[in-house]
């Protein structure tokens, strides 16, 4: 007998009009359909939620056919919620963590860094800069596997010390999407809390999936900051910014009720003012985050190329926005510091030294077709251990191409196939 158990991958049973299936569901959010007569030419089998069992077949026959399964299965990953195609991105995967914005991580060459260990999200914000969310105009979805991200980003730091960093560095989990939706979530960050030069580590969430238990597990593994995006606290008001009827105000708040009440978590309410839209609502945020103590961090709305433009809504200048901070700071008696919200921690944090970029802008250099991209006609290739996105790209993933690079910026890399 044999068996095969999991700590990340669950098996269910199915019927369906083509025959009898296992689905095998990876860091739960994530699946891939098998017929069952494939495992059954293994052996005898039966079926567990964690594990599989092979009567009459040898520990190395069911290890050799299994991994020939979970690897042929992978190429079919999708994502439940949105039932996306999504790329699992291991260390074995030959796909690069650092190179893009949108996945593993992003050094700036400041003291923060940014993990991303998951794209997709469960709500639609209108002012979204990623377009993220069930509507998305997005193709594909990744999930980082939680030992990679781990092990490149101490990588990093151990880079850092090499050039004489002395200082820690905190981590910003902030990916394009919904971070609570990734599984191991609570192993990574009490992973990068064990490492010997992280800081603070911080999440940035939609408060959505929130709960008393989770907000406990959160703080047990080791967050020392939860910054909520809240841009309304009137429930109509707060679904048509969020673009979705399931967001419920009251759960939000009482997620932000408890978590205020732990004292090694500070929470941040974070709003996205989109002037004309929620004036009002920013105001009744204040008042109720100088109620429960919370920090704030007021964002305002950017326009972005690629992210959703809410109609009647514009982007205003900084100028225009910090002189309505200023209002508010004098009709609320607060102090509204724009360094606190996510987004310009890391542009205030100390400059530390960055890894050298191996490409610069204009170069031609050959790369490797690693995956999809994220949109039509994109791909993700991967030289000198980077990722980049490479536009008008239709290759096959294991293509050898030959690409100039049009954007080289902090270790992140845009180019086009030539």
């Known amino acids: 007998m044999a068996e095969l158990a999991f700590e990340n991958l669950r098996f269910e049973e199915l019927k369906t009009s083509e025959g009898d299936i296992i689905r095998i569901r990876l860091l739960q959010l994530f699946y891939f359909d098998t017929p069952r007569e494939a495992f059954e030419k293994i052996g005898k089998l039966s079926v567990r939620s964690n594990s599989l069992e092979f009567t009459d077949a040898s520990e190395k026959r069911v290890s050799i056919k299994f991994t020939k399964i979970l690897s042929g299965g992978l190429q079919r990953l999708r994502n439940s919620l949105n039932n996306r195609p999504a790329v699992y991105v291991h260390k074995n995967s030959g796909i690069p963590l650092i190179g893009t914005l949108f996945m593993g991580i992003v050094d700036r060459g400041t003291s923060a860094i940014r993990g991303m260990p998951i794209t997709g999200c469960n709500m639609g914000c209108m002012f979204c800069s990623v377009d993220e969310g069930l509507d998305s105009r997005k193709g594909n979805d990744f999930v980082i596997e939680e030992e990679y991200l781990v092990q490149e980003t101490r990588k990093l730091l151990d880079f850092r010390a090499s050039k004489g960093m002395k200082s820690k560095s905190d981590i910003f989990i902030n990916p394009h999407g919904e971070p609570l939706l990734y599984a191991d979530l609570d192993k990574l960050i009490k992973d990068l809390k064990a490492l010997e030069r992280v800081g603070n580590i911080s999440l ?14 959160l703080a047990e593994a080791g967050l020392d900051s939860l910054n909520i995006s809240v841009s309304s606290l009137d429930q109509k008001t707060a679904q048509e910014l969020e673009g979705s009827k399931a967001y419920d105000v009251s759960r939000v ?14 929470i941040i309410i974070a709003p996205v003012w ?18 429960h103590q919370c920090g704030l961090g007021i964002q305002k709305f950017i326009e972005h190329k690629k992210g959703r433009k809410p109609k009647g809504v514009r982007d205003v200048g900084w100028g225009e926005f910090q002189q309505w901070l200023k209002m508010l700071e004098k009709k609320h008696a607060v102090h509204l510091v724009v360094a606190n919200h996510p987004g310009a921690a890391t542009d205030k944090a100390e400059k530390v030294p960055q890894l050298p970029s191996p490409f610069r802008k204009e170069e031609v250099i050959t790369a490797t077709v690693v995956a ?22 239709t290759s096959p993933v294991g293509t050898v191409i030959k690409a100039r690079i049009i954007n080289a910026k902090d270790n992140t890399f845009v180019a086009e196939t030539l």
């Open 204 to 217: 940035i969430t939609n408060g959505t999936l929130l709960s008393k238990e989770r907000i406990d597990s």
């Open 253 to 266: 708040r009482a997620a932000i009720d408890y978590a205020s009440g732990k004292k090694n978590l500070k």
């Open 274 to 291: 989109l002037k004309g839209k929620n004036d009002s609502d920013i105001e009744e945020i204040i008042e109720y985050a100088k109620q």
């Open 372 to 393: 999809q991209g994220r949109s039509k006609n994109e791909r993700i290739a991967a030289a000198k251990e980077r990722s980049m996105i490479v536009y008008a790209c």
